[in-house]
């Protein structure tokens, strides 16, 4: 059987995404990219926001509509909060809500009646990646969350906090690296929660994934501020961990983190950014933001625009508050309206645009690895432009033969100049 997988969402549907293609592959299915092809097509997906909610229902009917014959199985946060509307959508054969995520497959095979002999050999060093062609793999560690955010659907969703042990890690990482998969990133619902189940914590899995793997790049997933425990920016002294951190900041105002039921304060969040700036050269801290949070006064809006500058990002995801219900939130008197959260995001995405600017701008000059990905544009006179990122995760491009391949290397380049959305670069030590 031919599976087609697709997500919406987060870095952790991705993983559990690579998950799933594996043990398809294990069962003797194959992955397809082509729609068209597939048997089966498996949709992961989301309900951060009201707006993924509606583009969750608009890509199962999508998927429905441009392949009628596949047999569809809708899972994830969006299926999970909303199973009986998910269920009655045209196409959907199967329902398998986040509490049962581990066994997608399984029982997709039994409910579907497609279980089989393998079909083709299933040894490690013959499977296909669904992540390949991206040279990085999202690897998941955990999920659920015990926190409360009041504007959170997601915790919800997903559950309690459950962890995988470290040897299993391990093994996924090596398995993945030997495929040729440089660099992994550890995700979780509430990653900074590793090992709170299993008696572990997240600074024991990245040393043990540091000393029993041969990775070259590690990287993190989003990790909340409150969540970093002392001495944790030493682990950076090891290259291979890569110097960028996503912390979610959400506001900038302590009295509208409070109504979020956020736990850390600026003041605390300012000393993390300190401590990672003065331990680590050219450290990349990036930031989730909420605008128009219930009740921000336009004094909390420019006590939160204003620490947001005072402390620069070198990218922040920007979030126009939409109500969920089910959330603390929602229920939250002084709802404000579309045209002043729209105000107020276009100003902060102007301002994140020039945060952005100056900190590419600060990198110039620099010499750094780069892990070349398989994106190419077409130049004049044989040339073409391919595209990576920096161990600090700033996106880069340059300019080689058309005759030349650099995909999946690490290699060293010079970053010359600021181009819109990444930097331009030339080679070191390699003949283009």
Known sequence: MLVYLKTLGCRLNEAELETWAQAFQKAGHAITRDLQQAHIVIINSCAVTQDAVRKSRQLIR?????????KLV??????????????????VDL???????????????????MDSMPSFSTNAGEQSLFSRGRQRAFIKVQD???????????????????SRPIPAVIDEINALAAQGIQEVVLTGVHLGGYGSDINSHLTELINAILQNTDIPRLRLGSLEPWELPNHFFQLFENPRLMPHLHLPLQSGADSVLRRMARRCKTSEFSQLVDQARNNIPNFNITTDIIVGFPGESEQEWQESFDYIRQTG?????IFTYSKREGTKAATLTGQLTND?????????????????????????????????EGQTEELDHGRKRVFGYTPNYLRVACEINQDDSIENKIIQAKLLAVNDNHIDAELINFDC
């Not at 999508?62 to 596949?70: C, D, F, S, Y």
């Not at 809708?74 to 196409?91: I, K, R």
């Open 62 to 70: 999508k998927l429905h509509r441009e392949n009628p014959t596949a």
């Open 74 to 91: 809708a899972s994830g946060c969006y299926v999970t909060l909303n199973e009986e509307e998910a269920a009655n959508l045209l196409g």
């Open 95 to 113: 329902v398998i809500g986040n509490q049962d995520k581990n066994r997608l497959v399984e029982i997709t095979l039994e409910a579907l009646n």
């Open 144 to 162: 659920g969350c015990r926190y409360r955010c009041t504007f959170c659907i997601v915790t919800v969703a997903r559950g309690e906090e459950a």
């Open 313 to 317: 990002f070198g990218h922040i995801h």
């Open 340 to 372: 002043i959260k729209k105000q107020r995001s276009r100003l902060l995405h102007l301002s994140a645009g020039q945060m952005k600017q100056t900190f590419m701008e600060s990198q110039l000059g620099q010499e750094y690895p780069i892990l070349w």
